[in-house]
C-alpha cells in the first residue's frame, strides 16, 4: 500500500509561482497531479512516466505548469508559474503501479489528501 503526502499548497496572488510536493512511501509508478476547484469535478492537470520522459498537461495548464519527480527521493513536483484565478482548488497528487502515465483519473490506484491552492485576483 502505498501513501501519498501532497504539500506546498497556499494562497498567491495572481500571476505568482507556488510549488507543490508529493511524497510517496514507496516506490510507483506514474504519477499524476489533479484539481478539484468547488462546485466542480476533479480534472487532470499534469502526468509523469516513471522515467521522467514522458509528461502531459491539461490545456489550461499547459507552458505554466511542470511536473517533475526525483526516484531517488520518491518525490513528484508540480511547479505552477503564472497562476491565475481559475487555478483554486485542491490539488490532488495520485500513483499507478504502472510505468505508463494516463492522463485519466480513473487509471490511478493511490491518492493523497490533497493540498488547498488559493489564486487571489
Known amino acids: 500500500q502505498v501513501q501519498l503526502v501532497e504539500s506546498g499548497g497556499g494562497l498567491v496572488q495572481t500571476g505568482g509561482s507556488l510549488r507543490l510536493f508529493c511524497v510517496s512511501s514507496?516506490?510507483?509508478?506514474?504519477m499524476g497531479w489533479f484539481r478539484q476547484a468547488p462546485g466542480k469535478q476533479r480534472e487532470s492537470v499534469a502526468t509523469?512516466?516513471?522515467?521522467?520522459?514522458?509528461?502531459y498537461y491539461a490545456d489550461p495548464v499547459r507552458g505554466r505548469f511542470t511536473i517533475s519527480r526525483d526516484n531517488v527521493k520518491n518525490i513528484v513536483y508540480l511547479q505552477m508559474n503564472s497562476q491565475k484565478p481559475e487555478d483554486t482548488a485542491v490539488y490532488y497528487c495520485?500513483?499507478?503501479?504502472?510505468?505508463?502515465?494516463?492522463?485519466?483519473?480513473?487509471?490511478?490506484?493511490?491518492w493523497g489528501q490533497g493540498t488547498q491552492v488559493t489564486v487571489s485576483s
Open positions: 495520485a500513483a499507478r503501479g504502472s510505468i505508463v502515465a494516463l492522463a485519466a483519473q480513473e487509471a490511478y490506484n493511490y
Open positions: 514507496g516506490r510507483t509508478g506514474s
Open positions: 509523469i512516466n516513471w522515467s521522467g520522459g514522458n509528461t
